[in-house]
């Protein structure tokens, strides 16, 4: 019997999915990150490198919402009290630019602060988790593994930033965890070129050690199949 299941065009190979059993995980998509006068333009980066993955990643929001399928946002932050912050995070970068510290935007990376947010452009609709990640990885110290387990959820339509750091920690223990993993290259982004292109590459090397990578294209013709 032949597969009837769309069949998404990525690297390595093309795979088949079921839109009832993949989930579009959008990460850290967050105002801090991505907007001028945010967290990551005061610390010297280039933000318009991560804006660049917002179009794609919103196309991909609204397709996924008219296909039905699960929807999963992330933020990382920490409680105001930044009792799920560790030491050597606290410790880290000049000591006017840490976490908990006064930022452009409220206090760096504290829920609740207005650069926490996500961006308007792929702001939740009610109904839509967003998980509060203390971590790099969407698994680590939340309830996404209950979420996509009580889904029957199998393949995983990754986006977001950075790529190397936040995705790909996302990515590799997702792979741990059984899911097969889509990364959707144009609406991720980093600060830094040359990482999110080693980053990308690390994921469909050796035959997809961690997992597939595509383009926001792909997955809407291979939405639009089903």
């Given amino acids: 019997m032949s597969d009837q299941r769309p069949l998404l065009d990525a690297e390595p190979s093309p795979l088949p999915f079921e839109p009832a059993r993949a989930a579009l995980v959008i990460i850290d998509m967050q105002r801090d990150f991505l907007e001028p006068g945010g967290f990551g333009e005061s610390l010297g980066n280039d933000v318009s ?28 932050g920490h409680a105001p009290d930044l009792s799920d912050a560790p030491p050597a995070k606290l410790e880290r970068g000049a000591p006017r630019a840490r976490i908990g510290e006064p930022g452009p935007m409220g206090r760096i990376l504290i829920r609740g ?90 994921i469909k090397a050796q035959g997809g050690i961690f997992g597939w990578v595509s383009h926001s294209g792909a997955v809407l013709a291979a939405l639009g199949q089903a």
């Fill in 113 to 202: 602060e207005p650069g926490h947010d996500i961006v308007t452009e792929l702001a939740p609709l009610d109904g839509e988790p967003v998980i509060d990640k203390p971590g790099k990885g969407a698994f680590y110290a939340t309830g996404l593994a209950a979420l996509l387990e009580a889904r029957g959820i199998e393949t995983l339509i990754v986006c977001g930033v950075t790529t190397e750091v936040c995705v790909h920690t996302t990515v590799r223990e997702a792979n741990d965890r059984g899911y097969r993993c889509v990364v959707v290259a144009d609406a991720c982004g980093s600060y830094i070129p040359a990482f999110h292109e080693a980053g990308l590459a690390m």
């Fill in 49 to 76: 490198l991560l804006a660049a993955a917002v179009p794609p990643a919103r196309s991909l929001l609204a397709a996924a919402r008219a296909a039905g399928l699960f929807i999963v946002h992330t933020r990382e």
